[in-house]
């Protein structure tokens, strides 16, 4: 006689699937996050700017610096990348939280940043949160939460202080 299977016990079997499954999506994203942002770090930004859809939308703070406002589409988010990189800035994952289905994802995710001197004095440091929307692996829309906002604009003046000018809308790449 065959032997049934307990309801509970694949049920349980599947939570513990899925479960798993959570686990290793959220530890998959995290590499590779952690990946691009070694290059952002080193000054490449390509693989970061992949991740993002072509119509996507990131939300930076308003305020008065180059970084401010709404960057719509790939084009001015990579100009908004150059402008990172040409600032020195540098980043680190401290923690990320994920959401959703891998069609629609919601990413939270805590960032570090900091910028130094030519001398190597730090001259900007924040912590930022990014919630980021996804739809099949691809960002289409991420907002910067800063803890302090004026801090940016401070780092902004002394960038140009130090000669490092915006980029340009409408320069190449």
Do not use: C
């Amino acid at each position: 006689m065959p032997r049934r299977s307990n309801p509970l016990t694949l049920l349980a079997a599947g939570a513990l699937g899925a479960a798993a499954g959570r686990r290793l999506l959220a530890r998959a994203i995290l590499l590779k996050l952690r990946r691009d942002l070694r290059a952002l770090n080193a000054g490449d930004y390509r693989s970061l700017l992949a991740s993002f859809a072509d119509d996507a939308v990131l939300v930076f703070n308003d305020g008065e610096h180059r970084w401010a406002g709404e960057h719509h589409g790939k084009q001015a988010i990579e100009r908004f990348f150059r402008d990172f990189v040409a600032a020195g800035l540098t980043g680190e994952i401290v923690d990320l939280f994920v959401d959703g289905a891998p069609w629609r994802l919601s990413l939270l995710i805590r960032f570090d940043d900091e910028a130094r001197g030519p001398d190597g004095e730090l001259i900007y440091s924040n912590r930022t949160l990014l919630l980021a929307r996804s739809r099949w692996g691809k960002i289409v829309r991420q907002e910067d939460y800063y803890a302090d906002t004026v801090r940016i604009g401070e780092l902004d003046a002394k960038l140009s202080e130090l000669g490092v000018a915006p980029v340009a809308v409408g320069s190449p790449a």
